[in-house]
């Protein structure tokens, strides 16, 4: 296609089709919704500068101009191609410098939004409310980052606002928790608050949770590309891998060039991993399987790329190895967020008021 990236992954066109009509189906069904519901909804009443509404409203434009953007910055290169302006690519520099910037006051407010009154807030009460919570976050941002290695500014930051949602959404629930409580257990009272509450704080804790991910993958991943033979190591973050050669199998429809390598930690065995080079039988170009050592705090992965006697395979290859620090945490995050989201979904609230029109003929029929 005309624009490409590493969303590009496949040229299949009913995958195409298939991405085309979801899109559709998920923005058409949201305007109609808005549609319906428009004649229904109303200005509210006035409220303060400094007050939940304004903070809430303030995230929501903060948000959707972060999602415009990165809307712009993968359809601009599409646009130009296609007015016959030239080829251009938008890469990791813009989205840093635009994304970035949105995404850090969207998350300071996120931890503040919460705790402001309806209506009327008042700074002095926010100051003195989530005061312990910012400092102990400023204390997370300041010393997490020297226990992974080089002080880097923008880990540090990351941090702090991740921190802080954590520390403010659990802040949050205990004063929510402490003030309906009524001499019950803390347990029994929490147990009694809306599921769409729980539901946003943990929303927020994924997004948190993403954060980390994507700060600590971006400030600390690690990747060579060395040329190796039998007995050769290489180390990358805390880890060493070592080169045993590569053997031929033969697979169902291919035939595989499979790699033996040790992953050591401290210089003791972590465990095996088999990266191959696939040549499929009905197609001529060879395909790569990485090999991939999955753990909670980081990823490793070794990918084969061509043997650099093409006439001795079995002698040197050039290989790649990764360490990607933190990276499932990108894929947790999105998993809570989306927890959070269907936790909220199902607060009895809503369930009372889809109940309450067919209840009230009942409910009539038994007074008549």
């Known amino acids: 296609g005309v624009l490409t990236s590493v969303h590009a992954f496949a040229t299949d066109p009913k995958r195409g089709i298939f991405i085309l009509v979801f899109l559709v189906a998920v923005i058409g069904s949201s305007l109609a919704l808005f549609a319906w519901r428009a004649p229904k909804v109303g200005l509210g009443g006035r409220f303060a500068l400094l007050s939940r509404e304004s903070l809430l409203l303030t995230n929501n434009v903060l948000l959707v101009v972060a999602c415009a953007s990165v809307l712009l910055g993968t359809l601009y290169p599409l646009l130009i191609d296609a007015l016959g302006a030239g080829k251009l690519s938008v890469g990791p520099p813009y989205f840093d410098a635009v994304f970035a910037p949105l995404m850090i006051p969207a998350l300071f407010l996120m931890g503040v939004a919460p705790f402001a009154r309806w209506k009327q807030a008042s700074v002095g009460e926010l100051a003195r409310t989530l005061r312990w919570a910012f400092l102990a976050a400023a204390l997370v941002g300041v010393i997490a980052p020297f226990l992974f290695g080089a002080w880097k500014p923008l880990v540090a930051l990351s941090l702090l606002l991740a921190a802080w949602i954590v520390l403010s959404a659990a802040l949050n629930v205990v004063e929510r928790v402490q003030s309906t409580r009524a001499g019950q257990p803390f347990l029994r009272a929490a147990q009694k608050q809306p599921r769409s509450f729980f539901g946003m704080h943990l929303a927020h804790i994924g997004i948190a949770v993403f954060v980390v991910g994507v700060a600590m993958v971006n400030a600390y991943q690690a990747e060579k590309d060395v040329k190796m033979e039998v007995g050769d190591t290489v180390t990358v973050g805390a880890y060493t891998f070592k080169f045993n050669g590569v053997r031929q199998e033969k697979g169902p429809n291919y035939m595989a060039l499979i790699g033996d390598v040790d992953l050591l ?68 995050g999105c998993v809570l967020m989306a927890l959070g989201g269907l936790l909220a979904m199902t607060d009895r609230r809503y369930r009372i008021k889809s109940r309450a029109p067919s209840s009230l003929p009942d409910a009539l029929a038994q007074k008549a």
């Not at 080079?277 to 090999?291: D, H, L, V, W």
């Open 265 to 332: 930690k401290d210089g003791q065995m972590a465990r095996k991993m088999f990266p191959e080079k696939r040549s499929y039988f009905t197609s001529s170009m060879p395909m790569t399987e990485a090999a991939i050592d999955t753990g909670f705090l980081r990823d490793v992965y070794v990918s084969l790329g061509e043997p650099i006697d093409k006439a001795h395979p079995e002698a040197a290859w050039a290989v790649r190895v990764y360490y990607k620090p933190f990276v499932d945490w990108i894929w947790g």
